[in-house]
């Protein structure tokens, strides 16, 4: 069955420092998505980077990059440089099928971030 | 670009009263889904809509829950009777190709059942 995992429910770090987000996901279809989600407070969950499990690179969105280590089925988000705005809550979803007929997005717990000024 | 919209942001009911949350998609976006988030956890999808047909909705209550999607735009979920564990936040998001790009999401319903 499909699953992602964040074992990590809050995470702390300094102003313009770096931080990770730890995700990991497993599944048995070898074509999937994989997504990173921010929600703020208030409520809206909002897109922030995307991993095929056929890209070759390690996908970047401005200071969003995403680790993405195949054989160990992780996917963590790197943000760079955090600022003040950057805490929230952050969701890692999984998509099967890189056209999927369900279009089903698996989240996982989430992890809280604070930055610290 | 418009996002996606929803109605009411709030509410608060009694239990075994009936509620309806209302979503628009962004413009020309042909999927839609609803998600349910509970408290302290990731959103879990209720019901997928492609066009105007539910392509997945295993996971929607059916016993309490309907929605609909009319005329291929905007959405309504309703829930009847409400419980008190259906209290969450009801989030709908669009797409714009068939699992082809990320999911927008509108910036949720809470729903306090009392």
């Known amino acids: 069955a499909q699953k992602i995992t964040q074992t990590q429910p809050g995470m702390f770090v300094q102003e313009k420092e770096a931080v990770t987000l730890d995700c990991t996901y497993d599944t048995s279809d070898p074509s999937y998505g994989l997504f990173w989600y921010k929600q703020p407070s208030s409520g809206e969950m909002i897109f922030l980077i995307y991993q095929g499990s056929y890209d070759q690179q390690n996908a970047t969105e401005g200071r969003y990059s995403l680790n993405f280590q195949k054989a160990r089925k992780s996917a963590n988000l790197v943000i760079s440089a955090s600022q003040l705005g950057d805490s929230a809550m952050y969701f890692c979803a999984m998509r099967e099928g890189r056209s999927s007929n369900t279009g089903k997005l698996i989240f996982g717990q989430g992890t809280t971030l604070q930055v610290k000024p | 670009e418009a996002g996606v919209v929803q109605s009411p942001r709030y509410k608060i009911i009694e239990k075994k009263q009936p509620v309806a949350f209302w979503c628009n998609p962004i413009?020309?976006?042909?999927?839609l889904y609803w998600y349910r988030q509970n408290l302290g956890q990731g959103p879990e999808l209720l019901i997928r809509?492609?066009?105007?047909?539910?392509?997945?909705d295993s996971q929607l209550p059916k016993d309490r829950f309907s929605a609909e999607r009319l005329k291929g735009v905007d959405s309504t979920l309703k829930i009847q009777p409400a419980e008190l564990g259906d209290s969450a936040v009801y989030l709908c998001a669009s797409s714009l190709l068939r699992g082809g790009t990320e999911q927008y999401f509108g910036p949720g319903t809470r729903l306090t059942v009392t």
């Open positions: 413009s020309g976006h042909n999927t």
């Open positions: 809509y492609e066009n105007e047909e539910a392509v997945d």
